[in-house]
C-alpha cells in the first residue's frame, strides 16, 4: 500500500508539473490574443487572402472608346422631368444629359455624338428597379464643351466650388454613391479633421492602390482643396501594410505639408468602411444615428478626392473611372481607366477575355453582384469586374443554423446574425427592429464565415425592405388620417356635409344610367365614367371653395 | 430581390458544419481509447449499438419528414450524439437500454422539435436523463467500471451473452452476484463512494488525499478524463468549441468544491481530483460545449457555465444521482433564452451615446 503511495505521489508531482506547464501555455495565448486585439483595435472582421499582385497597380491600361454607350438614369429624374436632351440631338463630351434631383447627381456625357434611344429596362439582379436608358452613340472625335474651370481655387468662396463640384457630378466612389457636394456642406464649420481612405480591405480590388501610384500628386491637390474649403487643421491619409509602393509615394507628396500625416493599417476585411476606420485611427466609435461629423471627422475616398481635383482645376465632370478587371486564379490582373456608361461585354471583348465560360460579377467578391445581363454598363461607383467560373455555388446547399457563432464573433457592428436571422425568418419584424437590423452595414462577413453556407444577407435585405415599407405605410395612414380629419373639421363648420352627399351621387346615377345604356364597349364606358366622375368633383370642389371664400 | 451569394474558398477558407462535427468525433477518440484499455470490447458495444440506432432513427424520421437527405443526414450530428450517448451509460447495461436511448435522444429531443439546430435540450443528455428516469437500477450500476479487477475476469463471449442474451430478471441477479463477489460497496460512482464512507473531519491535506484505503477505485477514472480533458484542448486550439464555457465550468465547479472541502465538509476529497472524476471532463468538453443548446453571447456564456459547474456539485453533494451532469446541463439548457436575452452586446456606437 506504501509503494502504491508512493508511486501516486511521483504521479501527481509530474502531472502537477504538467498542468503548470499547460496553465502557462494559456496564459501566454490568451495573453497574445489580447494584445492582439488591443493593437487592431477593431471588432471582428475576417483576415481574408488580399488576392492582389502588385503588377498590376504599377501600369494603367487604357482601352478605345466604345461605339455605343448606355448610360443607366433613375427612374425619378424621368418623372421630374430633368432629362434635358432629345433622341436624335447630337452631345458633345462633358454636356450634361439630366440635371440633379435631391440625393441623384447630374450626369454628363462621356463621349461627343447622338443621342439614339431613351429605352426602359429591368435588371434584375440591379435593385430590380426601372431605369430609363440613354443610348448615346459616339462618333469618336471626343470634342468638348467648354467648361468652367477654377484653377485658382482660392478667390472663389467655397459655396461657389461646391456648387461646381455638384454640378460636375461628383458622387463618393467607394461604393455608397453619397452626394460629396452634400457632404462637403453638412461638415463646414464641424470637422476639423479629414481622413482620405485608401483602404480597399476588399479582395481582388487594385484600383485605388493603382491611382495612387500614378497620380499622388494630384490626390495631394484634391486634398488641399478639401483643406481649404472646411479650413480643416489635419489631414489622415489611412493606407494598408501591404501597398508600400503607394506609401512610398505619398510619403514624398507630403514633405512640405506638417499637418498631413499617413498611417499604414492592418490588413482585415471591413477595414476600408468609414465606420471602422474611424475605429481604428481614433479608437472613437461614432453614435448610433449619426453621421462622423458629430465627431469633426470627414471621410473621403481617393477616387472621391481625384476627381474633385479634376473637377474643380481642370474642369472635367466626372465621366471616367479605373476599373480593376480579374480572374478567380489570378491568371490575369489589370486596371482599366474607363468611361462610365461602358457596356461590360464590350471591355470583355477587348481585353480577349473568354466571357461566355464564366459568370461575371460586378464589385468586390464578398459584396459584390452576379450579372445576367453582360449589356450592363459601368457604373460611377462599381469599381471591380471579376470573373468566375459557372459551376462555383453548385454543392453549396443551405443547412440549418447550428448557432456556432462563428458570425456574430466576426461582425464588425457587434450585431447578433443567428439572431436576427430566426427572427428575420420568422417574419418577427418587431423583434428584428429590436435587435437592430438597421444597423446592419452589410459587409457580407456572416455569410462568408457560416458553416452552414446560409445566405444571411439575403434574409436581412428582405427584412430590411419589408420595415421599410411597414414604415412607409404607418407614415402615409398617419398623414391621410390627419388630412381626413382637417378636411372633416372643414366640413363641420361650413355645414355643408349633408348636402354634397345626397346631392352628388344622386346626380351622378341618373347622369350616368342614360350613358351606359347608349354604349355596350365596357371600356369606353369605364373612361367616361372616370372622366365624367372627374368633372364632377372639379365642379363641386369649385363650389365648396367659392362657398368657403363667401364664409370667410 | 434577386440576390445570389458569392462564397469562394480562395479568399477565405470556412469549415463546413460536417467538418466541424467530424472534428468533434475525432476528438472523442483519445477518450474511447483509454475506455477501451480498460473496460474491453463492451464500450465499443455500446458505443456501435447506440450509433447505429441513431442513425437509423434520424434515417427513418428525415423520411418521414419528407427533407432532403443530402443535407441533413450528411452533418454527423447524429454519429456524434450516438457515441456521446453510448460513452455516458454502464458498460454492460443490456442491449436494449442503448436503443431506448438513442430513440428519445434522435427523435423525442431533436427531431420533433424540428431538426438539427432547433432542439432546446441536448439530446444525448435528454436521452441519458430520461433512461436513467425511467431504469433507475439498471442505470446507476457502476459497479462493472469501478471493479477493474472483476471486469478482467471476464471474457468477450462473456460481455456478449450479459448484454445480449439475458433476461432482466437473470440480469438483476447476476448484479447481485457479481456485488457479493467483489469487496467493494456497489451502486456507485467513486464520489458517491466517497461521501458515504468518510465524512472525517481533516485536519491535514496533503496527508488525506492519500489516506483513502480505496485509491485504485478512482485512478482509471483520473486517466479516462484526463484523455477527454487532450481532447477538448485540441477542440478548442481547432477553435471549434468557445473556451469560455468549459472552463468556467470547471472553474465553478471547483470552487464550490474547494468551499465545500475546506468550509461545509460534506464531500472529502481534494478538489482538483474531484474535476477529473465521474464523466466531467467529458461533459464540460464534449456535452456542455454542444453550439446548438449553448447561450451564442460571450458573458451568456460565462453565465451558463458557471451555472452548470455550480449545479454538478448541488446534485453530487445533496441529491439522489450519482451522475449529476446530464440533469445540470439540461438545467442550464431551459435558461438559454433567457440568458440571451439579458446579455445582448452593445452595438457599434451604443456605448458612446
Not at chain 1, 433622341?87 to 462621356?110: C, E, M
Not at chain 1, 480590388?205 to 481649404?228: H, K, M, P, Y
Not at chain 1, 486596371?335 to 468586390?364: A, Q
Request: aromatic letters at 12%.
Amino acid at each position: 500500500m506504501i509503494t502504491l503511495i508512493n508511486n501516486f505521489k511521483q504521479h501527481l508531482f509530474m502531472c502537477v508539473n504538467f498542468v503548470w506547464v499547460l496553465i502557462r501555455l494559456c496564459y501566454i495565448h490568451v495573453k497574445k490574443i489580447i494584445l492582439f486585439r488591443k493593437s487592431r483595435d477593431l471588432y471582428g472582421g475576417i483576415e481574408c487572402i488580399s488576392m492582389k499582385t502588385s503588377k498590376s497597380s504599377s501600369r494603367l491600361e487604357y482601352i478605345p472608346i466604345p461605339k455605343k454607350i448606355f448610360i443607366l438614369v433613375d427612374d425619378i429624374i424621368v418623372l421630374q422631368k430633368k432629362i434635358i436632351v432629345d433622341v436624335g440631338q447630337s452631345v458633345l463630351l462633358g454636356q450634361v444629359l439630366s440635371l440633379g434631383y435631391k440625393h441623384i447627381a447630374p450626369i454628363h456625357s462621356p463621349v461627343s455624338g447622338i443621342v439614339t434611344k431613351i429605352s426602359q429596362k429591368k435588371y434584375n439582379f440591379f435593385l430590380n428597379k426601372r431605369f430609363s436608358i440613354i443610348n448615346i452613340r459616339s462618333d469618336g472625335k471626343d470634342t468638348k464643351i467648354d467648361s468652367i474651370l477654377m484653377s485658382n481655387y482660392k478667390k472663389f468662396s467655397p459655396d461657389e466650388i461646391i456648387q461646381l463640384i455638384y454640378n460636375s457630378g461628383v458622387v463618393g466612389l467607394g461604393g455608397a454613391g453619397f452626394l460629396s457636394s452634400k457632404k462637403l456642406q453638412y461638415s463646414i464649420g464641424n470637422a476639423h479633421t479629414l481622413v482620405v481612405n485608401a483602404a480597399e480591405s476588399e479582395p481582388y480590388i487594385t484600383s485605388d492602390d493603382c491611382l495612387i501610384r500614378n497620380f499622388a500628386q494630384e490626390v495631394i491637390q484634391g486634398c488641399q482643396i478639401i483643406v481649404w474649403i472646411l479650413k480643416i487643421k489635419c489631414v489622415l491619409i489611412a493606407i494598408e501594410d501591404d501597398k508600400n509602393i503607394a506609401y512610398i509615394k505619398i510619403k514624398k507628396e507630403i514633405k512640405a505639408f506638417p499637418n498631413y500625416k499617413i498611417y499604414k493599417i492592418k490588413r482585415i476585411y471591413p477595414s476600408g468602411s468609414s465606420k471602422q476606420l474611424i475605429k481604428i485611427l481614433f479608437n472613437k466609435e461614432v453614435p448610433l444615428g449619426k453621421h462622423s461629423t458629430s465627431l469633426g471627422i470627414v471621410v473621403f475616398n481617393v477616387s472621391t478626392i481625384f476627381s474633385i481635383k479634376r473637377a474643380v482645376i481642370n474642369g472635367e465632370p466626372l465621366i471616367e473611372r479605373i476599373v480593376t478587371l480579374s480572374d478567380r486564379r489570378l491568371s490575369y490582373q489589370k486596371n482599366i481607366l474607363v468611361r462610365v456608361g461602358t457596356p461590360i461585354n464590350y471591355i470583355l471583348k477587348k481585353c480577349n477575355i473568354n466571357y461566355k465560360d464564366n459568370s461575371v460579377v460586378i464589385g468586390g467578391p464578398i459584396t459584390g453582384l452576379i450579372i445576367d445581363d453582360l449589356s450592363f454598363p459601368i457604373l460611377k461607383t462599381s469599381n471591380n469586374i471579376l470573373c468566375l467560373e459557372l459551376n462555383f455555388m453548385d454543392n453549396r446547399l443551405e443547412s440549418p443554423c447550428i448557432r456556432c457563432t462563428a458570425c456574430s464573433r466576426t461582425c464588425p457592428m457587434r450585431l447578433l446574425p443567428e439572431q436576427l436571422y430566426f427572427y428575420s425568418k420568422s417574419f418577427d419584424h418587431n423583434k428584428s427592429r429590436e435587435y437592430h437590423i438597421n444597423e446592419c452595414i452589410e459587409c457580407g462577413i456572416c455569410e462568408q464565415v457560416c458553416p452552414s453556407n446560409i445566405p444571411l444577407l439575403r434574409y436581412f435585405r428582405k427584412e430590411k425592405l419589408k420595415l421599410n415599407e411597414i414604415i412607409f405605410k404607418e407614415n402615409m395612414s398617419k398623414k391621410f388620417k390627419k388630412l381626413f380629419v382637417s378636411r372633416q373639421s372643414r366640413l363641420n363648420s361650413s355645414g355643408l356635409i349633408n348636402e354634397n352627399i345626397i346631392y352628388s351621387s344622386n346626380n351622378l346615377d341618373r347622369v350616368l344610367d342614360k350613358k351606359v345604356v347608349c354604349n355596350t364597349d365596357i371600356e369606353y364606358i369605364t373612361i367616361e365614367k372616370s372622366q365624367f366622375m372627374r368633372k364632377k368633383e372639379l365642379e363641386e370642389s369649385i363650389a365648396r371653395a367659392k362657398l368657403k371664400r363667401n364664409i370667410e | 430581390m434577386d440576390y445570389r451569394y458569392i462564397k469562394i474558398n480562395d479568399i477565405y477558407i470556412c469549415r463546413s458544419t460536417n467538418n466541424i462535427m467530424l472534428l468533434a468525433i475525432l476528438a472523442t477518440i483519445p477518450g474511447v481509447i483509454i475506455e477501451f484499455y480498460y473496460f474491453k470490447i463492451a464500450v465499443l458495444i455500446q458505443i456501435f449499438l447506440s450509433v447505429i440506432s441513431s442513425i437509423i432513427f434520424e434515417f427513418i424520421f428525415l423520411k418521414l419528414r419528407k427533407k432532403n437527405l443530402y443535407t441533413f443526414f450528411l452533418d454527423y450530428s447524429s454519429v456524434l450524439t450516438g457515441i456521446l450517448l453510448g460513452l455516458s451509460l454502464p458498460i454492460l447495461s443490456p442491449w436494449w437500454i442503448s436503443i431506448v436511448g438513442s430513440f428519445f435522444s434522435i427523435i423525442v429531443a431533436k427531431q420533433l422539435y424540428g431538426g438539427l439546430g432547433n432542439n432546446i435540450f441536448n439530446p444525448a443528455m435528454s436521452g441519458y436523463a430520461i433512461l436513467s428516469i425511467s431504469f433507475p437500477i439498471l442505470m446507476t450500476n457502476w459497479s462493472f467500471q469501478n471493479n477493474l479487477a472483476l471486469l478482467n475476469m471476464l471474457n468477450v463471449s462473456d460481455m456478449m451473452s450479459i448484454i445480449f442474451f439475458t433476461d432482466l430478471e437473470d440480469y438483476y441477479k447476476m448484479m447481485s452476484k457479481f456485488s457479493e463477489m467483489s469487496n467493494f460497496i456497489t451502486q456507485s460512482t467513486p464520489l458517491e463512494q466517497m461521501r458515504i464512507q468518510n465524512r472525517s473531519i481533516v485536519t491535514n491535506i496533503t496527508s488525506f488525499i492519500f489516506s483513502l484505503e480505496n485509491i485504485d477505485i478512482y485512478r482509471h477514472w483520473i486517466l479516462i478524463n484526463f484523455s477527454f480533458f487532450s481532447g477538448g484542448i485540441f477542440l478548442l486550439i481547432k477553435k471549434i468549441i468557445c473556451w469560455r464555457v468549459p472552463f468556467s465550468f470547471l472553474f465553478s465547479l471547483f470552487i464550490c468544491c474547494s468551499l465545500d472541502f475546506f468550509y461545509f465538509k460534506h464531500i472529502n476529497i481534494f478538489p482538483l481530483i474531484q474535476l477529473f472524476l465521474g464523466s466531467t471532463m467529458m461533459g464540460a468538453f464534449f456535452i456542455a460545449t454542444d453550439p446548438v443548446t449553448t447561450s451564442i453571447t460571450k458573458i451568456g456564456r460565462i453565465i451558463f457555465g458557471s451555472f452548470i459547474g455550480i449545479f454538478i456539485w448541488i446534485i453530487r453533494v445533496f441529491g439522489g444521482y450519482p451522475d449529476a451532469i446530464s440533469f445540470s446541463i439540461l438545467l442550464a439548457n431551459s435558461v438559454v433564452p433567457l440568458i440571451d436575452y439579458y446579455t445582448q452586446p452593445y452595438i457599434y456606437g451604443k456605448k458612446t451615446k
